[in-house]
């Protein structure tokens, strides 16, 4: 960005919209409507359902989101659309209607503050081997392509028990190994020579500053801001000529 | 005011008696009573926060008063430069350990009455020294006596003075 003033850029991430949580949608709804054309883009990063079996596969909310998406581009805000560890199915049809852009994280913006780069997060778990293991595998085109061809029953199955050994699995886990990996931070900003990284997935909503050993971009500071998930408050985050912040809102009491 | 006087240069803290009553009166009660003298910071994670008020060097713990009721409630958030009670999974547990925050740490804040939800209880903040805080937060750190990210050289809080305001 280099010249004239622009409008803010706005990110939100782990929405985990479902039927069973109309208020979620209700809240995105209103969202929405209060930032139409206001921005100059509204990026989602990972995680706006709790699950995506495919873009054959809808339900009420996926509805009512594509639609209230869709009319939010139509005021002139672009918007992105970033993979989540629950939704990471969602494909170009689904996206196209949404009027929305998928993009493949880690996805590097220039704005006022220098280069963010924004990512789900979850790839920073690198505590987490057997889930590091699972993302891989699910990632992959070929299994991708193998599990959309099976029948949506079959599809439903196979989340069904995904998510009842996730529950197994994290009962087990310490608090700490659900959180990013330091290391694979401080790795990250060097490996991408950028101080700035953006993320959600962790529901640890915070502004974290990290001392770098070696300065990165001129800056001896680095920052990972995380996006909060919504339930009785909402997060969000503005990049705008003047403040990069992450903001709050209540959702219901 | 109160100034903890470390190896590494004062912090000074103003506490916030009208919205956290309690565990400023608590913590002004240690401070007085010197409690705090020669007791280090024992758990230190860069981007996160600094702990201290209950060990001393060695990984020794000391005996404390009876915990105190968490009023995370009061509406203050866990930003950068602000105190809040470190405590146990029990949201009524603190009684003399303290951490700043060096990063706004916004999960912190309280969430709800269960025990998951209930947060940590901001009850002060930095007015001077977060030098000495950014200092210490980017210490090296190790494993001492079971304990995870314990400074390798002793972080301690030499001094206490309290002055009246």
Known sequence: MTHGVHKPLIFISDLHLQDSRPELTDALVRFLAEQRGSCEALYILGDLFEVWLGDDSTCRCANRVCEALRDFTLSGSMLFLMHGNRDFLIGEHFAAQCGAQLIQEPYRINTAHGDIILLHGDSLCTDDLEYQHFRKLVRSAKWQSEFLAKSLGERKQFAKQARAQSREAMATKTEEILDVNQQAVLDYFEANACPRILHGHTHRPAVHSISLEQPIDGKSEATRMVLGDWGTLGWYAVVSDDEWELKRFRISS | ?165
């Open chain 2, 1 to 165: 005011m109160i100034i903890f006087n470390t190896n590494h240069g004062p912090i000074s803290i103003e506490l916030n008696s009208e919205k956290a009553p309690k565990s400023a009166q608590n913590f002004l009660q240690y401070a007085k009573g010197g409690f705090y003298n020669g007791t280090i910071f024992h758990r230190v994670i860069d981007g996160f926060m600094i702990q201290g008020g209950g060990f001393e060097p060695g990984m020794s713990q000391k005996a404390n008063h009876d915990p105190i009721d968490n009023e995370a409630d009061n509406g203050l958030s866990n930003l950068t430069g602000t105190l809040a009670m470190a405590r146990t999974a029990d949201p009524h547990s603190a009684t003399s350990q303290f951490f700043i925050n060096v990063s706004d740490n916004f999960f912190l804040d309280h969430r709800g009455k269960t025990a998951q939800a209930w947060g940590y209880a901001v009850f002060g903040k930095v007015v001077d020294g977060m030098d000495v805080v950014n200092e210490i937060k980017s210490c090296q750190t190790t494993s001492k006596a079971g304990h995870q990210d314990v400074p390798v050289d002793d972080i301690i809080i030499e001094s206490t003075d309290v002055t009246e305001d």
